[in-house]
């Protein structure tokens, strides 16, 4: 597979770090100058631009979370005029005010650089033709994997979300190669086939990028399984760019970071305190070529590890592994730490149950209760009715096993959790609600 930048995607560290302390010390000078909002973040900590000199220095800076966007909401830290952002995104977010990004010509340049790197590590060339099944609008998905096939020449579907046997019949009609949107829209996109009639060897998909919500390695298999593509992974987030921060090579063992438009540290989520590269951390980005929303050391609450080794793909870029959730999605249940994404393994390491799953937390007496609904697959709904009690028994005694916790199963029928075409929603946790 080809790199798209081979020079920066394969420099030595060396070199990586002398370009990103450079890049560093003139956007915080920029930052410095245009944004009030961080400038006065700075004096009260009594740092000045000429403190920071190389990205060792980066702790010394402010932390930026979601409530400083907030407190700026909508433009406060942008740091050029507003006639030179010619794009604005946004993420919805489940509380508070959205998060507004912009973008200058030369940011949407250098976001399609970091998703043609992205395509070009799966295999793209400008002989493909991208399935975009992403959103198209507010949300960063759809443009943002849209520039970077642009950029490759590929013949572009910009399908966007919704109808999905309109999606079947083009993936197949019009000859789609590679795909992207959520993994869990993957699955739904894989089902609706199967009812349609159509098999993995009618189409021909070489592979898909899926990203915007944590997924599981099981997820993986159960992709590449049904749509007979590989299935890599691809990570960003509205606030830092969108899509494309980091991705996945087919080496399929982590998504490589976008090291010389970004920093990353990874930082203790309690402490705030900067944890050594290699240690699971909350994951905390410095953009250092962005001219319109260059936000420095942002709080992304995903939790994340670093490896920086050398891959077999020859990109030299340090590699996140996949993140297991955000701490914000972190779920404690009667003291215990859990990830949505934990209880995805085990459920689909058992092997006759469906991806489509459901946890719900509340509190019934003062106690957590935890209840999972999960889907059997079709083909074993029939065979195992009579011992539905056995096997909600038998996932159970798995979920206690690997997670030390007791759930309550509920295997229901296939096709009665809601499918999402965009982000899916695993968790209901009634207790918030009280
Ligand atoms: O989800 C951007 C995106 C679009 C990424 C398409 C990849 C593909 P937001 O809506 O702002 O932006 O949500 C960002 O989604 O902080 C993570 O918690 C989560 N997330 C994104 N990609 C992944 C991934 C887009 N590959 C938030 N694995 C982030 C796990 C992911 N979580």
């Known amino acids: 597979m080809g790199y798209w930048q081979e020079n920066l995607e394969c420099m030595s560290i060396d070199e990586l770090r002398t370009l990103q302390n450079e890049r560093l010390r003139e956007t915080v000078e920029r930052v410095y100058k245009n944004v009030k909002y961080e400038q006065d973040k700075m004096k009260e900590l009594g740092v000045e631009p000429g403190d920071i000199k190389t990205y060792e220095d980066l702790y010394k800076l402010p932390l930026l979370t979601k409530q400083d966007l907030r407190d700026t909401y909508p433009y406060g830290l942008f740091a050029v005029p507003m006639d030179e952002v010619i794009r604005l995104h946004a993420s919805s977010g489940t509380t508070g005010k959205q998060v ?62 919704g109808n999905t046997q309109r999606q079947v019949n083009i993936i197949k009609d019009f000859g789609s190669t590679y795909i992207c949107c959520t993994p869990s829209y993957a699955l739904f996109i894989a089902e609706t086939m199967k009812e349609m009639g159509v098999t993995k060897d009618d189409i021909g998909l070489k592979a898909g990028l899926f990203g915007a919500e944590p997924w599981t390695e099981e997820m993986r298999r159960e992709i590449e399984d049904k749509l007979g593509c590989k299935a890599l992974d691809i990570y960003g987030l509205t606030e830092i760019m969108g899509p494309g921060v980091s991705f996945e090579c087919t080496e399929q063992s982590g998504m490589h970071i976008n090291e010389d438009h970004f920093i990353v540290e990874t930082i203790d989520p309690d402490t705030g305190k900067v944890l050594p590269e290699g240690e699971q951390g909350e994951l905390v980005f410095t953009c250092i070529t962005k001219d319109a929303f260059p936000l420095l050391r942002y709080r992304t609450r995903d939790i994340g590890v670093l490896k920086r080794e050398k891959c077999s793909c020859g990109r030299t870029l340090v590699k996140m592994l996949k993140p297991m959730g955000r701490s914000d999605d972190m779920l404690i249940i009667r003291g215990v730490n859990v990830f949505p994404s934990q209880i995805e393994s085990v459920l689909l390491n058992l092997g006759n149950t469906n991806p489509h799953y459901q946890i719900i937390v509340d509190r019934v007496n003062n106690t957590d209760t935890l209840d999972i609904n999960v889907e059997i697959s079709a083909d074993m709904f029939s065979d195992v009715v009579s011992s539905l009690e ?39 946790d009634k207790r918030k609600l009280h």
């Open 100 to 161: 507004v990004a912009g973008y200058t010509q030369n940011d949407i340049g250098i976001w399609g650089d970091c998703c043609a790197r992205a395509l070009t590590a799966a295999g793209a060339t400008k002989s493909d033709f991208m399935h975009v099944s992403y959103g198209y609008g507010l949300f960063t998905g759809g443009f943002g994997v849209h520039h970077g096939a642009e950029k490759i020449g590929m013949t572009i579907i910009p399908v966007s979300t």
């Open 390 to 428: 056995t096997q909600e028994k038998k996932i159970a005694g798995q979920v206690l096993s690997t997670l030390g916790i007791s759930a309550k199963i509920h295997l229901v029928e296939p096709k009665t959790i809601p499918r999402s075409e965009g982000k899916a929603v695993r968790v209901i």
